[in-house]
Nanobody, 118 residues
Framework: QVQLVESGGGLVQPGGSLRLSCAAS????????MGWYRQAPGKEREAVAS???????SYADSVKGRFTISNSNAKNTVFLQMNSLEPEDTAVYYC????????????WGQGTQVTVSS
């Protein structure tokens, strides 16, 4: 089984920055895409950003220009640099990995809380 471990969440003031990390561990798989989703209380989980093993990135309109997704050289760790944070960014952020283990399957991290408040 693939394990995704997230870190970097916390409390930050509006306009501040935060960097999330997600490390994938295990064996017998190759990563196609890693990304971040978020879910605020009472709201649907939404895609935030993703990056492929070929370093193609994609962003939700709400975070374009503020968030940057990147990965490690080994492609087993994904980062989300969040700048100019707004209260609307408050949510639980989940790491997602789409991997190939003979077939395509998606894995999820446990989630990390990001709270933007003064």
């Amino acid at each position: 089984q693939v394990q995704l471990v997230e870190s970097g969440g916390g409390l930050v003031q509006p306009g501040g920055s935060l960097r999330l990390s997600c490390a994938a561990s295990g064996s017998g798989f190759s990563i196609n895409t890693m990304g971040w989703y978020r879910q605020a209380p009472g709201k649907e989980r939404e895609a935030v950003a993703s990056i492929t093993s070929g370093d193609t990135t994609s962003y939700a309109d709400s975070v374009k220009g503020r968030f940057t997704i990147s990965n490690s050289n080994a492609k087993n760790t994904v980062f989300l640099q969040m700048n100019s944070l707004e209260p609307e960014d408050t949510a639980v952020y989940y790491c997602n990995a789409v991997v190939k283990r003979g077939y395509i399957v998606a894995y999820w991290g446990q989630g990390t809380q990001v709270t933007v408040s003064s």
